[in-house]
Every structure is written in C-alpha cells, then in structure tokens.
C-alpha cells in the first residue's frame, strides 16, 4: 500500500512506520497510509524560519504576487489528476470545483493584491502624521513580515482549497508556512504539493507538508510564528491552550465549525421568487459537500405561520437529490468523507432529536446510485424541525457536520435575532428578503454575533456566491463559537503576518526607508524634466518647482463658461457675506488644471504614455484673483504594471505590447506667500525603457 509522503526540509520523506489507513469513500477500499513517525518537528520549524522565511522576506510583494499567479496558472494544468482523487474523498464534479479550481482561484485573487502593496519588501500602513511646527519630524507605522513561520492546521472536508486559501495569504505577505492538513484527505493535498514543488515556483522552504499526526510541533512555536486552525471548536480551543502558544503570544486564528443560520423573510410567500431562492439555498448548501462545510447552513428560521408549508417544500426539494457515485453523472451528491465522520454525524443527531423531529430524511435506509450504500459513506439528507427553539436549545448548540438542518420558527423580526445569537457566534448568517427596511433591522441586530451576512433577494439571485461561500477579497471567520478569527480579507489579511512598527523621523529619513515620498522631506534634482526619464531613471524624490502664474478674474470667468460650473463663488458679483470667501474665488479644478500645464513637459512625445488618474486631491485655501500659483513636483512611488496575459489575439489591445510602470506623483499647490493652497496624488504610465 502506498505510503503518503512529507514534504519536510526540503525532501519527501515517510514516516518510520505505516501509520492511519485512509480509504475511499465511496467504496471503502483502502488507498493510502499517512504517518509523522520519525519526523523532527524543531527541525522542521527551524528549516522554515532559516532557510524559507529569509528567501521569501528579500523578494517583494509584487514579486510574490505573481509569484502566486504562477503557480496558479501550473496547477490549472494538472486538474484531472486532482479531480481523480477528489472523487475518492466522496465529492461530486461540483464539490470537487469549490475545493480545487476554487482553491486555484484564491491564489489569482491574492496575486492580484500586489496591486494594493509597492514594490518592496516592507510598506506604509495608513496616513503619515506631521509631528512638529517646522515640519522636521514626523511619524508612520510601516509592515514587515513576521520572522517566523504561519502553521497551518486544516479541516478534511476541503484538502485543498483549505490550503491553497491559507498559503496564499501568508506568502504574499512573505512568511513560509507548515501546512497540516486532515489526515483522511491528505492523499489529496499531497497530490498538489507535490506539483506544487515540483514546479519550483517557490523559493526552497516556502512550503512544507505534513501527512498524519502534528506530533509536538506546536511546543517549537515562538513568538514570531502565526498558527490558524480550522475544525471544532473543541479541538481548537485545546490547541490554543498549548503553553507554548500562550507563553509566546502566537497569534492563533481558529475558525471553527458554526451552527449558521438562513432566515426567510416575513413577507416572502410561495408567489415570490424570494421563496424558490430559499428553498434552493437550502438544497444546495445541505447537499454540497454532503453538508461537510464549516460555513453550511445548520439553523432555519421561518415565519410560524409558514413552518408547515416550508418544510414540505425543502423535503420536495431534497427529494429531487440523486446520491450515489461521484462518477456518474446524474449524481448531485457524494458521500460524507469516511465512515468515521457517518458515525460521528448520526451520534450528533441523536442528541438533536432530543428536542427535534425528523420531519425529512432516514438514519437508516437511502438510495444510491452505482454504489454500495453500507460500504461507502453515505447518508440522507436529514431535516428536523425544533418548535420550541427558546426552550429547547439543542439546536443551537450541538453540530451534525453532515448533510443536516433544523427548522425552526419566530414570531417577528426581533425573535429571528434573538434566534441567530442563540448559536452563540457564527461564520455566516444569510437572510431571504426583498424588504430593505427588515434586511436593515436584521443587519444591525445581528451583525455582532455573524462574521459574515448574506442579504438575498431577486435582485442579486443569479450572481451571488451563495451563503456558504467566503471570499479572498473578504474576511472569513466570525465571533464566540466561530473561534473569533478572520482569515482572508483581501490587505486585512496579509497583514496577519506582518508586523505594524511605528516610525518616527526626519521627513527625508522617512521617505529614504519607506521608498514613498514624505511631504516635507528634500527633493532632489532630477537633472532633466522627470517626464523625460523612463519608469527605470525615475528616483523617489525627484522634484521640480515650476514657474509661476498669475489667477485672474478673466481666468475664473472663462474657466466658469468652459465648464459650465457657474457655483456662486465663482460669480465676481456675488455678494460675498455670510459666505466662506471674501470676493470671488477660483475653481479648485481650475487651479488643478492649472498645475498640469505649469508641470507637464508637453512640447514632444517622451516615456509618459498616459495620466491614471488622481489620487487624495485636497483644496486647502481659496485662490482670488490676483493670486500667484506655482508647483512644487515630486515623484512620490514607483509601481509595477505587468503585461496582461493574452491567450486569444483578438484580446490584444492597443497598448499591450508596451512594457510600463505606474508612478504616483505630488502635486503641492503652491501661492505667492507659500502656502500650500491644493495637494493631489496624480498617477501616469510611464514606459520602461527595456
């Protein structure tokens, strides 16, 4: 029998005796064995922090973002193979998409967030403060990546997408990570490390994984490491109390299985298309997966009035759910991942129906397709009904991690609050409503206990992700019982592994160690118009101080009929009291437009290929006539424009062929007494000369 491998130290190893058997869902046949036996888990966290952590904290983040596009486009390449094993784990074509393609999926949108970082190693967290009258001192909080090495500890019921969501995070922001994934999938994640490695897209100890028990590993963390754990509450809570973690302050992110909530609103009825769109969301979120998803809808409040006719119309739907073989395609449902989590689920319901009927579903009997039902790990949908949920409490307190829900019902809208608090914390809670004022009172009342809220309606039906999918761009995790962490989250959660230090110095100290231009710190002399230089010549600090211009009324007027922005201010014979001004006043706009032609070097074609825009634009004192203005130009940040990829010719746009950075400039405004009187970030594309 096969042994799995880990990937430790920079080579595939096993375990020094054959370990935990892993079988096939569906048919029970023995595929694989895992085991740690042997491994050296100190020398497993030193190799990350010697030899992984000082590899991937010299790269920038740019270069780890597309570090990760990279990797994204040569997993794409080997999705049969991962879809011939995600079969065994009991996942249909469908679970088996969210788990590997959307796994894939979190390493494009986390590439992508290189966008939002410079190109560096460390970046600048939020506004930057002027802390003295002369401007000689001042102060920020910059980012760096944390020393150590990101711990991973995965639930079974996602082997890849659980890591790849994980890895993504943590490598952009520039630590390694150990990746221990569930035992009875890791045949799975295994699969995908291994091409994962052997592209070599990774810098040596990036990754490594583990197959089997996490041994002592947790008693080698310190205080530079970050450890996130998905799976029950109970388990997590044990790991977090490792002395080791508590001794260290490790920062330990859990994210445990939930017992979230779907409400339907109080108007929907069966003549509203909100009614089939809950009655769907129920089907699919308690049948993908076969119900194993930590964010899968465990509660179901309904109108008391509706509860009947609810329930009957779900069990329609569940009906309809053909169970079997993943292979075959009529099947919309696999089996649970192995026997052990059939067994662990009906233990589960037991305590449910102490309170709970089953008004769907068998414990005992079910129908499959092209498969052994008692070999292989399946189980019906199960609907029960609680109604007394204030009194009986089962329901908000015991999880079937399987294909299991209770319905249960309030009164109005304060009872279904009430209601969803009860399960003490949870990942998502998604309400059904076409009413804005219910699904705004719901929000406020609820927010506090739900990491994430799903208002559905007709409105957004066909392109929502549905109330058990989180997104990279968005945080995950949720409060109390949901373990109070947050994982993803888009720049919220890179900054897990990075450490916030405030910075305090000249403004010119500053900007020399941040690579971003400080307003205050010293220019330098670029030599030639900076417009003339290549994204490559460009230096931070380069500056020039135009010539200067005079602001007439005749200016004011003509911008005014020009524009068509006749706002009173503006007008000479406005009388002026009680107003903000004392006579007629420039257009900020005026004054920006004005900055351009005394900053812009427009008499021949040079590397600025086009203006990007404007950032942070301030108007800070009125012009009047009379005023004389001129600019103070600086190069603020240089930024990394990658070429799009281009698979199909007629995608190729004019432009495409250009090898181009963006630079961010600041504009300062500035009168005849010195004073600033506007300040704006612009950005131009500015050509490589390679």
């Known amino acids: 029998m096969y042994q799995l491998e880990n990937y430790v130290a920079g080579k595939w190893v096993r375990g020094a005796e054959a370990g935990q058997i892993l079988y096939n869902a569906i048919t029970a046949e023995p595929l694989a064995s895992a085991s740690t036996v042997g491994l050296d888990f100190k020398l497993i966290t030193d190799y990350a922090r010697n030899v992984g952590n000082p590899n991937l904290r010299k790269i920038t983040f740019h270069q780890r973002g597309n570090m990760l596009k990279a990797l994204a486009l040569h997993l794409r390449k080997h999705l049969p193979r991962f879809y011939e094993l995600s079969y065994k784990t009991g996942a249909t074509k469908a679970d088996s998409w969210v788990d590997i393609e959307g796994g894939i999926g979190n390493l494009f949108a986390n590439a992508s967030l290189r966008r939002k970082f410079p190109d560096d190693v460390i970046c600048i967290d939020g506004e930057s403060h002027n802390l003295s009258k002369n401007n000689t001192f001042m102060g920020t909080h910059i980012l760096s990546p944390k020393e150590g090495v990101a711990i991973h500890i995965n639930a079974f019921n996602f082997p890849v997408w659980g890591m790849l969501e994980k890895i993504a995070v943590n490598l952009l922001a520039g630590m390694p990570a150990i990746v221990k994934p569930a035992t009875v999938t890791s045949y799975l994640t295994e699969a995908v490390v291994k091409e994962i490695i052997a592209s070599k897209i990774l810098p040596e100890g990036a990754l490594q994984l583990i197959c089997g028990s996490a041994g002592d590993l947790l008693n080698h963390v310190n205080s530079q490491d970050v450890v996130t754990f998905t799976g029950s509450a109970s388990t997590g809570l044990m790991l977090k109390q490792n002395k080791h973690i508590q001794e260290n ?119 499959v397709v092209d498969a052994d039902s008692q070999k292989g790990a399946f189980m019906s949908p199960i609907l029960l009904m609680n109604t007394k949920p204030f009194e009986a409490k089962e329901a908000h307190e015991v999880e079937a991690f399987g294909p299991v829900s209770t319905i249960m019902p309030y009164k109005n809208s304060d009872e279904a609050i009430a209601l969803s608090k009860l399960g003490k914390g949870s990942l998502v809670s998604t309400i059904v409503t076409a009413d804005y004022k219910e699904a705004r009172h719901y929000v406020i009342g609820a927010a506090t206990h739900h990491g994430r809220i799903l208002i559905l309606n007709n409105e957004c039906a066909k392109e929502n992700t549905g109330h058990g999918s989180p997104l990279p761009l968005l945080v995950h995790g949720g409060p109390g019982r949901a373990g109070g962490g947050e994982e993803m989250g888009g720049i919220r959660g890179v900054k897990h592994y990075l450490q916030r230090t405030a910075l305090q110095g000249s403004p010119t100290t500053i900007t020399e160690i941040t690579n971003v231009f400080q307003q205050n710190a010293k220019g330098k002399d670029p030599g030639k118009h900076p417009f003339k230089k290549y994204f490559e010549e460009l230096q931070i600090g380069d500056q020039i101080v135009t010539d200067k211009r005079v602001i007439t009324a005749d200016n004011i007027d003509r911008f005014a009929d020009l524009s068509g922005d006749h706002f009173y201010a503006h007008i000479k014979t406005t009388d002026f009291t009680g107003t903000m001004f004392e006579q007629q006043v420039a257009h900020g706009y005026f004054i920006m437009s004005i900055a351009a032609g005394l900053f812009v070097d427009s008499y021949e074609k040079n590397p600025v290929l086009l203006n990007y825009g404007i950032d942070e634009l301030r108007f800070t004192k009125p012009v009047y006539p009379g005023a004389e203005i001129h600019i103070r130009f600086t190069c603020k940040e240089k930024l990394p424009n990658d070429k799009r990829i281009i698979e199909k010719p007629e995608d190729f746009k004019r432009g495409d062929d250009i090898d181009k950075g963006i630079v961010k400039w600041l504009v300062e405004m500035i009168d005849e007494t010195n004073e600033i009187t506007g300040v704006a970030t612009i950005l131009t594309m500015v050509q490589r000369r390679s």
């Open 249 to 367: 302050n490790v920062p330990f992110n859990m994210e445990a299985d939930s017992l979230n909530c779907i409400v339907l609103g109080q108007e929907v009825t069966p003549e509203t298309p909100e009614w089939e769109i809950f009655i769907k969301e129920i089907r699919k979120e308690m049948t993908l997966k076969a119900g194993q998803r930590c964010t899968g809808i465990r509660r179901i409040f309904v109108p008391e009035n509706k509860l009947e006719e609810v329930w009957k119309a779900i069990g329609a739907s569940l009906s309809q759910t053909v169970i079997g073989n993943p292979l075959n395609e009529k099947v919309r449902m696999g089996s649970l991942a192995g026997e052990t989590q059939r067994s662990e689920v009906k233990t589960q319901i037991q305590k449910l129906l102490a309170s709970s009927q089953i008004v769907y579903g068998s414990l005992d009997s079910i129908q």
